[in-house]
């Protein structure tokens, strides 16, 4: 299996993983979710590569949980702002900011990384034939 082949099957597990917690959390989602899933998922391990080998589980989940949120905002300005499709609102959360992003999924995605690392993980050793890393908690 090719590369590209390989990290096409990670983008589309990682599309569905997220449709299938809004699924779950709320009873819709939306193409857009799909797309953002993909990317987190695929650059979850950009941001593993670029640790290294010596980062522990819990700075791969911060790193992880700010870029999730990062591409939530990113998404959320594109999709509700520009094109005012109103996928999600999170003006009624505490500490959100302009309705896109709050505190509350911010956290929820630093819990989510962990399983979501471990899954990427998984899918390059089946896939690619990649070494499974050990882990370090901190």
């Given at each position: 299996?090719?590369?590209?082949?390989?990290?096409?099957?990670?983008?589309?597990?990682?599309?569905?993983?997220?449709?299938?917690?809004?699924?779950?959390?709320?009873?819709?989602?939306?193409?857009?979710?799909?797309?953002?899933?993909?990317?987190?998922?695929?650059?979850?391990?950009?941001?593993?590569?670029?640790?290294?080998?010596?980062?522990?589980?819990?700075?791969?989940?911060?790193?992880?949980?700010?870029?999730?949120?990062?591409?939530?905002?990113?998404?959320?300005?594109?999709?509700?702002?520009?094109?005012?499709?109103?996928?999600?609102?999170?003006?009624?959360?505490?500490?959100?900011?302009?309705?896109?992003?709050?505190?509350?999924?911010?956290?929820?995605?630093?819990?989510l990384s962990?399983?979501?690392?471990?899954?990427?993980?998984?899918?390059?050793?089946?896939?690619?034939?990649?070494?499974?890393?050990?882990?370090?908690i901190f």
């Amino acid at each position: 299996m090719t590369q590209l082949q390989a990290y096409a099957i990670m983008f589309f597990t990682g599309g569905f993983l997220y449709c299938g917690i809004e699924l779950l959390a709320r009873g819709y989602s939306h193409i857009s979710m799909f797309l953002a899933g993909g990317l987190c998922f695929i650059l979850i391990g950009v941001i593993q590569f670029v640790l290294g080998d010596s980062a522990s589980i819990v700075s791969q989940m911060i790193f992880c949980g700010i870029m999730i949120t990062g591409i939530e905002l990113a998404f959320g300005m594109i999709v509700n702002r520009q094109l005012h499709l109103n996928v999600w609102d999170y003006s009624g959360q505490q500490y959100n900011f302009q309705g896109q992003i709050c505190l509350l999924y911010s956290n929820l995605w630093f819990l989510l990384s962990c399983p979501a690392i471990l899954l990427h993980d998984y899918m390059e050793y089946l896939l690619l034939g990649y070494q499974i890393p050990h882990y370090r908690i901190f």
